[in-house]
């Protein structure tokens, strides 16, 4: 099957990407590391770089088979919600404090306590970033319909259904009673349109 170093590529990120970002291996480390715990933040952001740069070489190496044929339409239509897509992410990533996201927080002298954020985009949906993630391959699978770009969209769209139970399961735990009242009003992914 061409496809399966592609899909064992997501396989092995989206398990890297799970286990580094848990708790277990986070408290396993952060014992083992004592102050330079503080660089785990941006060691894993490396780690996940590294990784996703490997999925995306075996994404565009596997054969580019459409499953539907493209056409001018289609492929503009694409571009538009890649552009979109693009603009959205822009939007997100203006809300977060990059510092603290990225972990480059270390080499700033003051760092903010962590905060819950629920203004701007993130009113809407709890989670802006992976929708914008989903908007942009959404846009990929219009502009390159190949079964290589489903495959990538499928499974970037499972693992993030994973990601984010793993991700408000330690929200909950940082932040209690106000994190579950903000999962209670605030759609997970998609925005309520009224």
């Known amino acids: 099957m061409p496809y399966l170093p592609l899909i064992l590529n997501w396989f092995i990120f989206g ?43 075996f994404h565009f190496t596997a054969p580019n088979i459409e499953w539907v044929q493209s056409t001018v339409l289609l492929q503009f239509i694409g571009c538009l919600v890649i552009a ?12 977060y404090d990059l510092y603290e996201f990225t972990g480059l927080e270390v080499f700033v002298k003051q ?16 989670h802006p970033m992976y929708l914008a993630l989903i908007i942009l391959l959404a846009g990929i699978v219009l502009y390159e319909p190949s079964y290589r770009s489903i495959i990538s969209f499928s499974a970037l769209f499972i693992y993030l259904q994973i990601g984010i139970y793993f991700e408000e399961k330690k929200l909950v735990r940082t932040f209690g009673q106000s994190y579950l009242e903000y999962k209670k009003i605030t759609p997970k992914l998609f925005p309520k349109l009224f």
């Open 15 to 57: 398990l890297i990407h799970s286990l580094t970002a848990g708790s277990f291996f986070k408290n396993w480390f952060e014992k083992r590391m004592g102050v330079s715990f503080k660089y785990y933040r941006l060691g894993f952001n490396c780690i996940a770089i590294a990784n996703l740069i490997i999925v995306l070489y």
């Open 84 to 95: 979109f897509g693009l603009v959205f992410l822009f939007f997100v990533f203006k809300s």
């Open 111 to 126: 760092t903010n306590p962590q905060t819950l954020l629920q203004s701007g985009l993130s009113k809407k949906v709890r």
